[in-house]
Every structure is written in structure tokens, then in C-alpha cells.
DNA sequence: TATTTTTATGTTACCGATAACATAAAAATA
DNA sequence: TATTTTTATGTTATCGGTAACATAAAAATA
């Protein structure tokens, strides 16, 4: 591996001179300095980024760390994350916790021994609390996307929950729908509480009311959801809920895909639609009807507040940007028949 | 931070015994080892990896380059790769090159600066030679996926392009159509020159024989191609194509928009299969026809590859290994009418 | 008990860069 | 020309680990 000190001798100068031709520094005389760029050219010298990290403390690595990327909202954040990171000459390291606590801890661990600068961070639940005071101690900076937790302090980038629920659960009411069903992920997520709440809210303010058998807690992941499915349409005939609101993307097609084994037909029999659209090019015909999160932006400013901490150009007060989401109102919702 | 002078202090002992605790020596007294570990967990010592990988040698990082995450194909490409990454106690760095030969360039040189210890390759073009001979210089392993280059040897994954573009052209052929257009990559691609090349043997092979008129070179980019889909359409009604073959997801997608721009109807006045899904979980009614290749376990099996060639594991003689696609027959094909 | 061997621990130097200080050369001033 | 100031370069120590060698303590052997 060719060194400063290869650079140095070739060039009859010393290490330091190289490393302040390296650096740009304005104490060089322009002789030296291409001198110097000339063996560098010559040896084709690149310079150590581990070396430089041990004086410098900081690796202009950054990580993301979220559920799963080929969630395409995720994949999404992920490409936005990954655009502005390298605009600011940082990189980007990848994690899928798979919203599992155990490979959250793991992620952490090891990113604190690589040393990265920062890390954008999607949790997996309140108990992501202990990770984060890890990362807090260590004075490794963060900022939330998607999701907070209540008891820790940072930058956060998040869609507008309560606005988003309000659209969706309006154009459910609009259409003549009373009998709506929540399928939720965990509310131990402030997402999941927050839409959760806002879906009592404007059902009550719509004067319907809401009532908790309509309401169902399961995951944000790919899962079979007949069982909870088939019990929501146990009920007595004018009990079964006509239209159905996934928080997710991936508990959207779940429940379509319960509903077809079911042979409950959709939009005929219930109406169907969710946070996320699961196709990340839309498809000749895409079907669900969706509340689109701007995932890109979400990424993209995501990494912006991160990179402005870690380069302490941010406010001591922590920012929270709130995106609204677009309503895309497609084939699987249609009015109560 | 606390370092292994800190726990040395505390502990008693030189910081030497200290690593060699770390590092699991076994001529360490056992009440030493107890004595050090107590301190490690009181003072929450964490290594740091950029000191350990000065003397080393090695990060414990690699890179997946490739053109753009949030095509699904790649998303699967990642996840695999990451998975299999993680599980070998690497940390994966991500790169999206955007088929762009100039940001190609840049992620190399900035992974040599990293010192990652390995790097995941989908190569932009022939172009893409004087990167990784960059790499090879640097001795930094790499491994292709999806595509190679043929001046440059190394382990390769990639799917079966002359069988996967057989059975698609055939499922055309068998459904009547002899009049098919091929819209395809940039040829200085491997993995399109290979599908042009199968596409023309099926046809010949099938006693069809190909036409130029009928072979269009586009980009594997989201991207509009109304005036390319127009030309084609713009032959006198005998000569116009009835199906059309893209050679991958983002074409087949770029297709069917231009084919609705233009009114022309799929598949009645012209069917539309492609390489890979478009979509990462398919929608209730995916409609494209496609080849679906095995995408997660190409970046898994990739990253096995690699991480191999870097512990020097692997046999001295490069590897290829060929996975084959699963033709799935949707809405977008039909009968020739 | 003295000597050798084994086991456990410590010392020193180095990985590749840079910060902080020291010094030499050149330019400006007396 | 001598002295001061400015500019350009060099030296030394350090970042946090580890390899290689040195040495001390304990155990085994003579």
C-alpha cells in the first residue's frame, strides 16, 4: 500500500508536507505542492481513511438502520438517505433489523465499533430506548424516521400521522362506509399509536364512534392474516366491516391476500386501502388504494438533519419535519353497496 | 472514549493483557481474564475497529455497487447480500451508481480510501474496466453480479440469460406471435448482448428468424420511450410487432406507459413479457408477464462468494455460478389475434 | 535446591495519518 | 547588512489498537 511516507521520500520532502498537499493547506509553495501532486499522480496514492479517522474522530461513515429494505417505502427512504449522504461526501452502511429488538442491538454494537458518525434510525419499539442511550453515551448522533420513542430526544423526520388517517378514514366515510376496520402494526410504535388514535378520532368526529373489536394490533411485516381476517368476518352479517384500513404497505397486501383466500371479494364486499403503496413502480393497473408517504423526501432530509448534527451546524433544539402524504385513490376502495 | 489504557489502568494489568483478552487469548490467567472483563463491562468498552484495522489490514466492510436500489430486482439483490453479510460479521456499504460511469468511479475510489475489504459489482459498461483494475491493483476482491465485464476475471453470479430469454421468447412463439420486438439494454452490457444474442438464436431456431427493425437499444432506466414504442408501432399494420420482449423490469414498465400513451392496447394489440418483477410484492392483479429471476439468493450466494475470496477461501480459479429464472405468465401475454 | 520449561504478563515499535510545536528559508523592515 | 517578520517545511508525539519480542512468575524437571 503506498503511503505519505512513499509520497514523501519519492518527493525529497517530509510526510507532513505531503499530508498538507493532501489537505489543501495554503502554507504549501506552489512548487512543492506539484511536486508532490505529481508522485501522487505517479503512485497513485489514496489516502487511509482508517489512519485519518484515529486523529480526526470522525469515518464520514453514517448507517441507516430500518426494518426492511425491500419495504419499498424503506427502499425509498434508503435511496434518498444514500443520494444526500454521498452529496455530502459521507457513506452510507445498511441494517435490516426485521423489527426484531436482538438484531437492532447487534447493528448498534457493531456500528459504534466501526465508528460511524451518525446514524439515521428507524426503531423497532420502546425498548429501542436502551440501544439509543448507547449511541447517546457514546455521542454518536441520531435522527428518527417513520417512528419516535417518547422517552429519547432527537431530530425526527416523519409522515403526518393524524392528517394521513384523517384522509384515508374520510374517503372511507365518503363513500358510505360506517363499519371500518383497523389492522394496525404494534402500538408500542408512535406511528401505530398515533394512527391508531387518529382513526378514533375522526370516526368520532364523524359521529360513527369507533369500537375496539374493529381495531386489530398485529405486525408491520409480510404475514398470513386469514385467521385475523376470518374473525372480522365472523361477526353477524350487518356486523362485518365494510371497509378495511391497513397501516402498512405490507399488512395492506396481506389482508388482500386473507381476503382472497377467503373469497371475500374486494372492492364488492369490503373496501381495502393503506399507508404505503406496496408497488415501487406502480404496475400497468395498481390496485390499493394508498396514502402515499414522500419515503424519498423522508430519506433525503432524514440524512440532512443527520449530517447537520454530526457536523454540529444544527440548532441545540431538536427539529421534528412532518411531510404530508398524498392520497392515491385507486381500484380497492368503492362505495358501501 | 474509553480505550484499552483505561481499562488497563483500572484492571491493574498492561494494556497488552488487556487485547489479549479482548482477543480471546488462552495464555491468560483465568482470574486475570475475570478481572479484565469486569472493567470492560463496568467502563462499556467497545473496540475501535478503525485502530485494530490499521495493523490488520482488514475492515470487516464490503460494498454492493450497483445501479439503483429501489429497482426491486436490486432491493433483492441488497437484502440477500446484506443478510448473508451480516451473518458473516460484515457490514455492508451501499452504492447506487445509476448506470453512470462517473459515480461508478467516484464510490471506488472513495471504498479504496474506506479500505472495505470487498466490493459486490454490478458494473456500469465495459467502461467499468479501468475501475476495477483500480481494484485489482488495491487487491480488494470483488465479485459480479448480474453482469460482467469480459476484460476483467472474477467469481460471478448471474442469472441464465440465453434460457431465462428462451423461455420467454418461446412462451411468445408458442402463443402465435412471430412478429417480436426486443427491447433491450445498452449492448456493452453482458447481460444484454447475452439476451440479444439468445433472442435472435430462439428465433432463428424456431425457423422465425430476427429482423434489426425489431431490436431496439435503450437503457435499463426508468425512462420514457413513447418514441421509440411509436416507431415501432409506425410500420405499416403487417409489419407491426405483436409482442414485445423487454429485457427488464424497468423497460417493461417504461413499455406498457408508452403503449397506453399511444392507446395501444395490452395484450390485445400487443403483449408485453419482461425480465423481472417490477414489482417487490406482487399486487393483488400484477399484470406483467415475466422471468423471474432469482434475485435474493443471487446477492446472498454473491456475498458468499466474496467473503470467501477475501478469507482467501475460495478456490484460485474464479467461479460462475448460473441461477435459473421462473417464467410467470400473467394478463400482459396473450394469444396472437 | 538449582535449573529448565512453561505460562503469564509487560515493553517497544509500528500501522498511516495529523496536531502542535520547532526550525529553516525567504521576504520585509530597520 | 542586521534584524524582524512571514512563509514554508520538518520533527515529535499521538490517535487505539496489535505483533514481536522480552521478561517475570509459576510449574516441572533434574
Known amino acids: 500500500m503506498v503511503t505519505i511516507y512513499d509520497i514523501a521520500k519519492k518527493a525529497n520532502v517530509s510526510p507532513m508536507t505531503v499530508s498538507r498537499v493532501i489537505n489543501n493547506s495554503p502554507l504549501i509553495k506552489e512548487s512543492t505542492r506539484l511536486k508532490v501532486q505529481q508522485v501522487i499522480q505517479e503512485l497513485e496514492y489514496i489516502p487511509n481513511k482508517q489512519a485519518r479517522s484515529l486523529t480526526s474522530r470522525e469515518t464520514k461513515l453514517v448507517s441507516l438502520v430500518l426494518p426492511d429494505i425491500s419495504n419499498p417505502f424503506f427502499t425509498n427512504i434508503a435511496r434518498g438517505a444514500e443520494d444526500k449522504a454521498l452529496q455530502l461526501g459521507y457513506q452510507l452502511i445498511l441494517g435490516n433489523t426485521d423489527e426484531n429488538k436482538e438484531k437492532e442491538n447487534k447493528y448498534v454494537n457493531m456500528l459504534m465499533s466501526t465508528g460511524v458518525d451518525g446514524v439515521l434510525f428507524v426503531p423497532t419499539g420502546d425498548a429501542s430506548a436502551a440501544n439509543l442511550k448507547k449511541l447517546i453515551k457514546r455521542n454518536v448522533p441520531f435522527v428518527f424516521i417513520d417512528r419516535t420513542i417518547d422517552s429519547i430526544q432527537a431530530d425526527v423526520i416523519s409522515g403526518d400521522n393524524p392528517d394521513t388517517t384523517r384522509q384515508l378514514v374520510n374517503h372511507l366515510i365518503e363513500l358510505g362506509h360506517t363499519r371500518i376496520a383497523l389492522i394496525n402494526g404494534p402500538t408500542d410504535l408512535s406511528n401505530a399509536r398515533e394512527r391508531a388514535q387518529a382513526f378514533k378520532d375522526t370516526l368520532t368526529l364523524a359521529g360513527i364512534g369507533h369500537d375496539p373489536k374493529y381495531m386489530i394490533e398485529t405486525h ?118
Open 220 to 337: 408491520f411485516r409480510k404475514d398470513n392474516l386469514n385467521e385475523i381476517v376470518s374473525k372480522l368476518f365472523s361477526f353477524q352479517k350487518d356486523e362485518r366491516p365494510t371497509a378495511i384500513l391497513a397501516t402498512n404497505n405490507f399488512i395492506g397486501v396481506n389482508t388482500l391476500r386473507a381476503l382472497r383466500a377467503l373469497q371475500i371479494r374486494v372492492p364488492e364486499d369490503v373496501s381495502v386501502a393503506c399507508f404505503d403503496d406496496p408497488d415501487i413502480i406502480p404496475d400497468y393497473n395498481p390496485f390499493l388504494t394508498v396514502a402515499k408517504q414522500p419515503a424519498y423526501d423522508m430519506g433525503f432530509l432524514g440524512m440532512q438533519l443527520l449530517i447537520e448534527r454530526i457536523q454540529q451546524a444544527a440548532p441545540a433544539s431538536y427539529r421534528k419535519i412532518v411531510l404530508p402524504a398524498e392520497l392515491v385513490i385507486r381500484g380497492s376502495t368503492s362505495p358501501k353497496t
